[in-house]
């Protein structure tokens, strides 16, 4: 499996939030459990009305691939149209920011 130390994936954060729109949920880095490494990070994302655990990684069989996971609810969402589209905002953002991570493992 490919990992990224938390402080390059902060540092490529910092520059995908500097170079577009904000998402509306919150982005952080997070220690990553059960990586080889101490100082693995994992890209998780919150999504605007959808509570639903969702973070970005390097895909193990091509580590120039990111793979977006979102893990399952228990619960129903239920939305509005309003709520609807911030969370297609977010997804789309989600989206850009999977490209950006894929273009910065490839580039370095």
């Known amino acids: 499996?490919?990992?990224?130390?938390?402080?390059?994936?902060?540092?490529?954060?910092?520059?995908?939030?500097?170079?577009?729109?904000?998402?509306?949920?919150?982005?952080?880095?997070?220690?990553?459990?059960?990586?080889?490494?101490?100082?693995?990070?994992?890209?998780?994302?919150?999504?605007a009305n959808a509570p639903t655990v969702t973070y970005l990684q390097p895909d193990a069989a091509d580590p120039g691939r990111w793979i977006v996971t979102m893990e399952s609810r228990e619960d129903v969402v239920t939305v509005d149209a309003g709520q609807l589209r911030i969370l297609a905002a977010d997804l789309e953002a989600v989206s850009r920011l999977c490209v950006f991570l894929e273009q910065k493992s490839l580039t370095g």
Do not use: C, K, N
């Not at 729109?21 to 990553?32: M, T």
């Open 1 to 47: 499996m490919t990992y990224r130390s938390i402080s390059t994936l902060e540092s490529w954060l910092g520059e995908f939030r500097r170079g577009g729109p904000a998402l509306v949920g919150r982005v952080r880095v997070i220690p990553q459990d059960g990586a080889e490494r101490a100082d693995a990070g994992l890209v998780v994302v919150d999504l």
